[in-house]
């Protein structure tokens, strides 16, 4: 998928990208995401708000398919969105897609594990779950969980503005990949940046705090959103429930 992200035809497709469905993630946060994807075939947008995401995937070639709680908000030209909820049944039969997308959901999920069962379910034999949410493990999370006892992200702004209800651990994915027919195989991060004291993203560029952010190194301690990219594997490493003495 770098060729997507990184090569000729991505920034033409962003350039081009309707400037309603330009992101409303934080910035960096669609690319990390796209890297992670197959170089084709059919893939599930859970979540998919105005369909930006989907819009660029079918300009590449993919086969899309669009769900969203609020399908009244897709308006992304010639493509449709199907009205779900990801926290019930998915209606698509097992091995059904080659990737799953879902770009900023898990956080507004009050069990996005079920979700990400299902997501599983649905796809192919080797085929990737990719999803993202912000990086509650960074240095800046650490540090005013210790001062307020609130992770950033999910002050009481990002509760009543957007309904942010589950922070993902990065050791909580892991768990949940062992009692699923799922393996964790790759973790990346979008730039390094962090919000507003208001949950805001900061999407403006430049100066010197920009400079100096830039020049930290990106990964688990200093990135901003997480990207997981799982993938479905034959069986589950560990049964649900069971207590082990």
Not at 159 to 167: A, E, K, L, N, S
Not at 228 to 242: D, L, Q, W
């Amino acid at each position: 998928m770098d060729t997507l992200t990184k090569g000729p035809d991505f920034a033409t497709f962003m350039r081009e990208l309707p400037k309603a469905l330009e992101p409303q993630a934080a910035p960096g946060t669609w690319e990390c995401a796209l890297r992670q994807l197959p170089p084709a075939g059919r893939v599930l947008v859970a979540g998919a708000g105005r369909g930006g995401l989907s819009w660029l995937l079918h300009r590449a070639g993919f086969e899309v398919c669009s769900i969203d709680l609020h399908p009244e908000h897709f308006v992304a030209p010639a493509l449709s969105c199907e009205k779900a909820d990801v926290t019930h049944p998915l209606r698509f039969e097992e091995n059904s897609f080659d990737a799953v997308l879902a770009v900023e959901i898990a956080e507004h999920l009050e069990n996005p594990w079920y979700f990400f069962r299902e997501a599983i379910r649905v796809l192919r034999p080797g085929c990737p779950l990719i999803f993202t949410s912000p990086n509650v493990s960074n240095i800046f999370s650490r540090l005013e969980y210790l001062r307020s006892g609130v992770l950033p992200y999910f002050r009481e702004e990002s509760f009543v503005g957007c309904y942010h209800v589950t922070p993902i651990f990065p050791w909580a994915v892991s768990r949940w990949c062992r009692t699923s027919e799922a393996e964790l195989d790759k973790v990346s991060y979008s730039r390094v940046d962090w919000p507003t004291a208001r949950d805001i993203p900061r999407f403006y560029a430049g100066g010197l705090r920009r400079r100096l952010k830039d020049a930290l190194p990106l990964g688990p301690l200093t990135g901003e959103i997480a990207c997981y990219a799982v993938r479905k594997v034959g069986e589950a490493r560990m049964k649900v429930g069971v207590h082990y003495r």
